[in-house]
């Protein structure tokens, strides 16, 4: 990269990319972190030293941190050392004007209220502490510097833990009563695998909503973190949830659409689509994420205990409610949220409890980048059929079915978008049912779009799941029937059974 800019970049152009980062307020979250990376693209380019004191001589950088000299604060700040490279760049606090760009370098130890900053209503800040205390900086920050658009740069490890609260920033009472920012930008340059705590979105929207301090702030502090605030991960490739234990083992972000806290969005007059849009890491910025650990559901039906009729109409009570809540929130009043629940690049992720309705879908899934994807459906007792709907990813080459408890059940088909039986007929029904006493016939509905799938595989420890062939080449245009299925042998099959 550096030869390339030495040789074939003329100075102008130089001029013309400086400019641009730097006055393009509107895009200052990421102006910051692109000043960082044009710089580290010009290490080791033999650039005129006048146009290295020009780019170095428009900001000035303030150093609050605990260390005393610019020395030590470069040892610990990868970003600081890009920008300023040597120590010579680095000026005193007394050292600068009102017309140049202050940088404030800071630390878990800085005291706010000493920060020069003048008034100016964007503030470029550099973290090169304890990133697990940004967000209480950030918090007595908010109470110094109000209706200032900040954008914070967090130096820390390429692989990092974030705690139970993404660093402290998931603090419901920081977009409550204690904001006072316009914007409010934090980014990580650096990192590129990032480990959640798997309940860390879940406990952040239940704070908001039940929180003595928040709770009242629902709808304005929603809003705020979702249209005021934004991260920055722009080199991060992983995005792992990981348990609370010390091993932190890999598991699934934590979704909770139980009836408790569908009922505090709707009494709360909250749509619900905040939720999802906090679960799908709509604020960050993810450009190169493409691995996803996945998402797990939560229903009424994984608290309750009793008989299997008490369970099963607990759920259908949820599965009602969430529906109306669609129904209600949506603009053209369609039963189902239309959901995009990954990051927009990543190819690889898990979903748990995805529900198996054989009438229309309450949650449709659109991803235009996921390759592969481990699916485990939502149980329901003595569901006659397992229906996989509400799957519209053009680009996935491989469907994984986990493992579902054994049911006894009695085939009927599904219905498609206009409630008219396609997918099996009912000379197949009394074809099948010598043989599915003890299986499960599992179906593609017409509430898929997976024109590009290849392979199913079945992550199964009993034998008692069935297909019908004519399902799924009709709903699978694509499916290699003989790389899925190792029970199927020709085309003259009607059904596999695994």
Same mark, same amino acid.
């Given at each position: 990269?550096?030869?390339?800019?030495? #040789?074939?970049?003329?100075?102008?152009?130089?001029?013309?990319?400086?400019?641009?980062?730097?006055?393009?307020?509107?895009?200052?979250?990421?102006?910051?972190?692109?000043?960082?990376?044009?710089?580290?693209? =010009? !290490?080791?380019?033999?650039?005129?030293?006048?146009?290295?004191?020009?780019?170095?001589?428009?900001?000035?950088?303030?150093?609050?941190?605990?260390?005393? !000299?610019?020395?030590?604060?470069?040892?610990?700040?990868?970003?600081?050392?890009?920008?300023?490279?040597?120590?010579?760049?680095?000026?005193?606090?007394?050292?600068?004007?009102?017309?140049?760009?202050?940088?404030?370098?800071?630390?878990?130890?800085?005291?706010?209220?000493?920060?020069?900053?003048?008034?100016?209503?964007?503030?470029?800040?550099?973290?090169?502490?304890?990133?697990?205390?940004?967000?209480?900086?950030?918090?007595?920050?908010?109470?110094?510097?109000?209706?200032?658009?900040?954008?914070?740069?967090?130096?820390?490890?390429? !692989?990092?833990?974030?705690?139970?609260?993404?660093?402290?920033?998931?603090?419901?009472?920081?977009?409550?009563?204690?904001?006072?920012?316009?914007?409010?930008?934090?980014?990580?340059?650096?990192?590129?695998?990032?480990?959640? #705590?798997?309940?860390?979105?879940?406990?952040?929207?239940?704070?908001?909503?039940?929180?003595?301090?928040?709770?009242?702030?629902?709808?304005?502090?929603?809003?705020?973190?979702?249209?005021?605030?934004?991260?920055?991960?722009?080199?991060?490739?992983?995005?792992?949830?990981?348990?609370?234990?010390?091993?932190?083992?890999?598991?699934?972000?934590?979704?909770?659409?139980?009836?408790?806290? =569908?009922?505090?969005?709707?009494?709360?007059?909250?749509?619900?689509?905040?939720?999802?849009?906090?679960?799908?890491?709509?604020?960050?910025?993810?450009?190169?994420?493409?691995?996803?650990?996945?998402?797990?559901?939560?229903?009424?039906?994984?608290?309750?205990?009793?008989?299997?009729?008490?369970?099963?109409?607990?759920?259908?009570?949820?599965?009602?409610?969430?529906?109306?809540?669609?129904?209600?929130?949506?603009?053209?009043?369609?039963?189902?949220?239309?959901?995009?629940?990954?990051?927009?690049?990543?190819?690889?992720?898990?979903?748990?409890?995805?529900?198996?309705?054989?009438?229309?879908?309450?949650?449709?899934?659109?991803?235009?980048?996921? !390759?592969?994807?481990?699916?485990?459906?939502?149980?329901?007792?003595?569901?006659?059929?397992?229906?996989?709907?509400? =799957?519209?990813?053009?680009?996935?080459?491989?469907?994984?079915?986990?493992?579902?408890?054994?049911?006894?059940?009695?085939?009927?088909?599904?219905?498609?978008?206009?409630?008219?039986?396609?997918?099996?007929?009912?000379?197949?029904?009394?074809?099948?049912?010598?043989?599915?006493?003890?299986?499960?016939?599992?179906?593609?509905?017409?509430?898929?779009?997976?024109?590009?799938?290849?392979?199913?595989?079945?992550?199964?420890?009993? #034998?008692?799941?069935?297909?019908?062939?004519?399902?799924?080449?009709?709903?699978?245009?694509?499916?290699?029937?003989?790389?899925?299925?190792?029970?199927?042998?020709?085309?003259?099959?009607?059904?596999?059974?695994?």
């Amino acid at each position: 990269m550096s030869g390339l800019l030495n #040789n074939f970049i003329p100075f102008e152009i130089w001029n013309l990319v400086l400019d641009k980062l730097e006055n393009d307020s509107s895009g200052m979250y990421q102006s910051m972190v692109d000043l960082i990376y044009f710089f580290k693209a =010009l !290490e080791g380019s033999r650039i005129s030293p006048c146009f290295q004191c020009r780019l170095r001589d428009r900001w000035k950088f303030l150093n609050y941190t605990k260390h005393a !000299e610019w020395f030590d604060v470069l040892k610990v700040s990868p970003s600081l050392k890009v920008l300023a490279g040597d120590v010579k760049w680095l000026a005193e606090r007394s050292d600068y004007g009102d017309d140049v760009r202050r940088i404030f370098v800071v630390d878990e130890r800085t005291d706010v209220k000493r920060l020069d900053y003048r008034g100016k209503k964007n503030l470029d800040i550099i973290f090169c502490g304890d990133p697990s205390v940004v967000g209480d900086f950030i918090v007595s920050l908010s109470l110094q510097c109000p209706g200032s658009s900040v954008s914070v740069v967090v130096d820390c490890e390429s !692989e990092i833990y974030s705690g139970k609260n993404l660093f402290g920033v998931l603090n419901a009472e920081l977009f409550a009563s204690k904001w006072s920012f316009d914007k409010l930008y934090v980014s990580f340059p650096w990192v590129k695998i990032l480990e959640c #705590n798997y309940m860390a979105l879940d406990t952040f929207i239940y704070q908001a909503l039940s929180g003595r301090a928040t709770s009242k702030h629902g709808f304005q502090l929603f809003n705020r973190f979702l249209n005021s605030f934004k991260l920055g991960f722009p080199l991060l490739e992983q995005i792992k949830f990981v348990t609370q234990t010390t091993t932190r083992d890999e598991t699934c972000n934590f979704i909770d659409l139980s009836s408790l806290m =569908l009922n505090k969005f709707k009494d709360g007059k909250i749509p619900l689509m905040n939720l999802f849009k906090i679960h799908s890491l709509q604020n960050w910025y993810l450009p190169h994420v493409s691995e996803f650990s996945g998402h797990r559901f939560k229903f009424d039906e994984t608290t309750m205990t009793g008989s299997p009729e008490r369970r099963t109409m607990s759920l259908k009570e949820n599965l009602n409610l969430l529906r109306e809540m669609a129904i209600n929130e949506t603009i053209d009043a369609t039963p189902y949220y239309r959901l995009s629940l990954f990051p927009r690049n990543v190819k690889h992720t898990r979903i748990v409890n995805w529900i198996p309705l054989q009438s229309t879908p309450i949650m449709i899934l659109k991803s235009n980048s996921l !390759e592969s994807l481990s699916l485990k459906l939502l149980e329901f007792e003595n569901a006659p059929t397992t229906v996989v709907q509400g =799957l519209f990813l053009p680009s996935l080459l491989c469907l994984n079915l986990e493992q579902m408890t054994e049911q006894h059940v009695t085939l009927v088909p599904p219905t498609n978008r206009r409630n008219s039986i396609d997918m099996i007929t009912h000379s197949t029904v009394n074809e099948i049912e010598p043989y599915a006493s003890s299986m499960n016939p599992v179906v593609f509905s017409s509430w898929n779009q997976l024109t590009n799938l290849q392979v199913i595989k079945i992550d199964m420890k009993f #034998n008692h799941y069935i297909f019908d062939i004519q399902n799924l080449k009709k709903s699978l245009p694509s499916i290699n029937l003989k790389k899925s299925f190792q029970t199927f042998f020709d085309e003259q099959q009607r059904f596999i059974v695994v």
